[in-house]
């Protein structure tokens, strides 16, 4: 079992809806981060959140909406997502974003939301 | 810019024999952690073993060990004595002193044969 929990672990739904992932991890992390992962790639950072404040956004889409309540939990929400949005989102976490210089934190993921848009 | 290059997209061992998945990076930073992730077809990445760039010894964990030659840029993974559990994708990736991202590289699908 990993450390960092997302719900639920499978989502399909059409494109004019509107649902939210969830990532949870109570290992003390500051830094939460959002993936998303096409089949046979690597993970593509989304956002990351260091304490709570969003400091990295690749350019999402706005249909993707972050969303950091606080320092234990992440939410993703999707409104109006097309096909090619289908892939398996992961969150990770990791210790304390405040001490850059310290290389040595790993990221630490959770099972990921397989996504499918109809 | 950073990058992580892995040219392994897939290897077929026989189980019980070891196991090298090739990485090299690149990196002006003098400053600098390596990490190897494992990923099973159910999705999940699991964190296997991190090198930093000071390290004077190569790391190792149970059965994986981290062939570390800095002066190559290189950070090979190595498996002893492969099992079938040991079927998944395999990821390197790099993370730099002042960044919160990771760069991973294409990754390596490693199929053990029983």
């Known amino acids: 079992d990993t450390e960092v929990t997302q719900t639920p672990k499978h989502l399909v739904m059409g494109m004019t809806n509107k649902k939210s992932l969830k990532c949870e991890q109570h290992m003390g992390h500051r830094a939460m981060y959002w993936y998303k992962q096409k089949a046979k790639k690597p993970p593509e950072l989304m956002f990351v959140y260091s304490y709570e404040k969003l400091s990295i956004n690749e350019s999402v889409p706005s249909r993707f909406s972050p969303e950091c309540p606080n320092s234990s939990l992440l939410n993703l929400h999707l409104h109006a997502l097309q096909p090619e949005d289908s892939a398996l989102y992961l969150c990770a976490s990791s210790q304390d974003p405040g001490d850059r210089d310290r290389v040595n934190q790993p990221q630490h993921f959770g099972d990921g939301t397989r996504l499918s848009i109809l | 810019a950073q990058k992580i290059t892995q040219t392994q997209p897939g290897m077929f061992v026989q189980e019980k024999e070891a196991v090298t998945l090739d990485c090299t990076y690149d990196t002006s930073d003098p400053s600098y952690g390596l990490f190897w992730y494992k990923q099973p077809s159910s999705g999940e990445m699991i964190f296997l073993i991190y090198?930093?760039?000071?390290?004077?010894q190569n790391a190792t964990e149970g059965r994986y060990s981290l062939n570390f030659q800095k002066a190559r840029k290189s950070a090979n993974l190595v498996i002893s004595a492969s099992q079938l559990g040991d079927s998944a994708m395999y990821f390197c990736?790099?993370?730099?002193?002042?960044?919160?991202?990771?760069?991973f590289g294409k990754g390596t699908r490693l199929h053990i044969l029983p």
């Open positions: 090198q930093g760039s000071y390290d004077q």
């Open positions: 990736a790099m993370r730099v002193v002042g960044d919160d991202k990771i760069i």
